[in-house]
């Protein structure tokens, strides 16, 4: 009865705490974010938003943000508390840097250290948000040439690189909506290079497919009117009529589009250029007024200095194609013409509205003279019917991208519970008859160790008990747990299972490190403590969970340093690869095990505690009992090393693991006395 009080009581204490919670994340200081930043690049103002800076260049212009993102994506790890890292985002998505400012999670506090988590961070510079992101490994056939760019996770961590993960594409997304106008992330349109169709240049001009725009020298002089500028165009001046500008633009990644308007060989320079460079959209445009659409000091296949582009209010790069076309003689006579390059690459999309702007300058003074601009724009979009629109891939959920990723080990996991459930449940008389059941138990649980811990990872732990805790009580999030889907599914089974077992069935069954401690068990003579002494110790693994639990939410940046009363890190998470200290202690509780059985899962282990409380819901006793069990017989008493038998015969739940001894016992009629008497008053009754 005392433990349900205990366990009501913490569950209380836990709910009548009032922690800080994660969406309440403070900004770091400007010096710490700065600190993060090398040159050439260079912290700006701060914004509006917490924890967002404009980013410099060498030269003091703006190219983009940083941001951290505790503050705008705050997703609580296992610990409860966000992992906070700086992002330096261009403004066209291209992500340039990622710094871990701090981390919280136990498995890189304490366990791997942060070398492999900061090693992960290093993939992200390169790469675009606008790419679908996973973190994971491609599987058979179907990832060649997927659009999914995968990133490599840490295999013992891989929970909290997900968090981390997703803690960075949903801040720069935020700051791409909030901030940069909500760029798309879907790919570009293509030109479908099958499609036939016949057309001219009066069939481009009343499509819409071939743009026009005109200025008149009036226009230009208008634009500068009020300036200093105003009368430092004499040409104008004298002829206001004339056309400062007469300029088409004409999108020309179709093949039906080059062919109305271009030469033979120079559709075949454009063919040769797409082989080579397939994501570069060539766009025509031609002059025939005095602008002449460049400077005279203009280099060719360089970016044009008196033309610039604009696409859902970000920069459009044009380059010179350094390519001579040849036309057909219906195309309009012009001054100039040049064949610019779009890069779809860096999210310019043919099919989508773009703005053309005409740069007009002019010079006021004779020695370092004053330059001033006007711009004249074109609005332009190809038509559909030309282009094909890639099927945007989506990531799948990181929930779902985990079990996708384990697929194989999860379907392993599922058989081996599935056969484990049926062996301890319907078969468990038929499994503790075997002759050989003490082998048949150590192969299971070699499995547990081998499988389920070291290769699954699936060693449960306290860890996610107060993860969970914090939670509930809004400092948290519940969807940490879909991170390790393996793990869930162990914990998916064990939580059922205190409704028919207790305790018993994870204890006994699926913990690696009682494993571990039960192998140790059969490689020295044991020794017992005494009765009172042993019901005295079982008491200290409550006392261990109420420290823990108070830890965590009144120190909670300790709580992982508490957390390590656990061996399970060291000895299964990381396999004994940390400080000689933790080695130390893990290898020292397997050293006791082969004197004192299992010492800490029965006296010490808080996760325990945690489960004989969770045991409390069990609603059936399972073993079977006789009226001499307890009066006359004790052999089953004596038998249990977990002492989980009273003197009365009755079983004592939560200390029960499961190992089904007694069951072996009681089904015996050459061990169990009472069947033994049984037996020998039939034959002298026979007789």
């Known amino acids: 009865m005392w433990r349900i009080i205990v366990g009501f009581c913490l569950l209380a204490a836990c709910l009548a705490v009032s922690p800080a919670r994660a969406a309440d994340w403070p900004p770091a200081d400007r010096a710490t974010i700065e600190a993060l930043i090398v040159p050439p690049y260079a912290l700006g103002e701060a914004m509006e938003e917490p924890g967002v800076y404009h980013l410099l260049n060498s030269g003091g212009a703006e190219i983009g943000y940083a941001f951290e993102t505790g503050p705008l994506a705050p997703l609580p790890g296992f610990s409860g508390k966000p992992i906070d890292i700086v992002v330096l985002l261009t403004l066209d998505g291209t992500i340039i840097d990622v710094r871990l400012i701090s981390q919280n999670e136990p498995v890189f506090v304490s366990g791997l250290g942060e070398a492999p988590f900061r090693e992960f961070l290093a993939q992200y510079p390169g790469l675009s948000i606008t790419q679908p992101l996973v973190v994971g490994v491609p599987y058979g056939k179907g990832a060649s040439g997927s659009d999914l760019v995968y990133l490599d996770g840490v295999t013992k961590a891989t929970a909290s690189v997900r968090i981390a993960h997703e803690s960075i594409l949903a801040a720069a997304l935020q700051v791409v909506r909030d901030k940069m106008g909500g760029m798309a992330g879907g790919a570009p349109s293509r030109p479908d290079m099958t499609l036939e169709e016949t057309l001219t240049w009066d069939d481009l001009v009343d499509e819409g497919i071939a743009r026009r725009l005109t200025v008149t020298n009036a226009e230009v002089d208008a634009a500068f009117s009020g300036t200093v500028w105003a009368d430092d165009d004499p040409e104008a001046e004298a002829d206001p009529a004339g056309l400062f500008l007469d300029l088409w633009l004409v999108d020309i990644g179709a093949p039906a589009v080059q062919r109305a308007i271009l030469q ?50 970000f920069p459009v790069a044009l380059r010179d194609a350094d390519m001579f076309p040849s036309f057909l003689d219906s195309v309009p006579d012009h001054e100039t013409a040049m064949i610019l390059r779009a ?51 989506k990531p799948r959920p990181a929930w779902l991208e985990a079990i996708v990723n384990r697929q194989t080990d999860l379907a392993i996991l599922s058989v081996f519970l599935v056969g484990l459930l049926v062996a301890v449940g319907p078969g468990m008389h038929w499994l503790a008859a075997r ?21 699954g990872q699936g060693q449960l732990s306290i860890v996610t008990v107060l993860a969970v805790l914090r939670a509930a009580v809004g400092d948290g999030s519940f969807a940490v747990l879909l991170y390790d889907p393996f793990s869930l599914l162990i914990w998916a089974v064990t939580i059922p299972g205190f409704v028919l077992w207790g305790r018993g069935l994870f204890c006994g069954w699926l913990c690696p490190f009682g494993a571990m401690q039960e192998f140790a068990h059969h490689l020295g003579p044991q020794i017992e403590p005494g009765p009172r002494l042993d019901a005295w110790l079982k008491r200290f693994k409550y006392v261990a969970l109420a420290v823990l639990i108070a830890v965590a939410f009144i120190l909670p940046d300790r709580a992982e340093k508490a957390a390590e009363i656990e061996p399970f890190k060291t000895a299964i998470t990381v396999g004994f690869q940390r400080e000689w200290f933790y080695g ?45 069990c307890g009066s006359p017989c004790q052999l089953c008493r004596v038998k249990c090393q977990y002492g989980a038998i009273k003197k009365t015969g009755e079983i004592q739940y939560d200390e029960c693991f499961q190992c089904l001894d007694c069951v072996t016992i009681y089904d015996d009629p050459k061990k169990c006395v009472p069947l033994i008497i049984e037996e020998k008053r039939g034959r002298r009754q026979a007789a």
Not at 285 to 293: I, S
Not at 352 to 381: C, I, S
């Open 264 to 313: 033979p060989e120079t559709v075949e320079e454009l063919a040769g250029q797409y082989a080579v460079s397939p994501d570069d959209e060539p766009l025509l445009v031609m002059d025939a007024g005095r602008h002449g659409l460049v400077s005279p000091d203009f280099v060719r296949n360089t970016a044009p200095d008196r033309l610039s582009a604009e696409q859902g209010g």
């Open 584 to 628: 130390a202690y893990a290898f020292g509780w397997l050293v006791l095990g082969t004197v004192f059985f299992k010492g800490f899962c029965r006296y010490v282990c808080p996760l325990g505690a945690f489960m004989a409380i969770g045991g409390l819901l069990r609603g059936r006793k399972w073993i079977d009992r006789r009226a001499e």
């Open 343 to 393: 890069d779809r690459r860096l999210g310019f999309d043919p099919i989508t509205e773009w703005t053309l702007k005409v740069q007009a300058v002019r010079e006021h003074g004779m020695f370092q003279p004053e330059v001033g601009d006007a711009h004249f724009n074109l609005e332009y979009v190809a038509p559909a019917r030309f282009y094909v629109t890639p099927e945007v891939v």
């Open 435 to 455: 002759r050989h059941y003490t082998a048949i138990r150590l192969g299971i649980l070699a499995v547990v160790v081998g499988f389920v811990g070291y290769w």
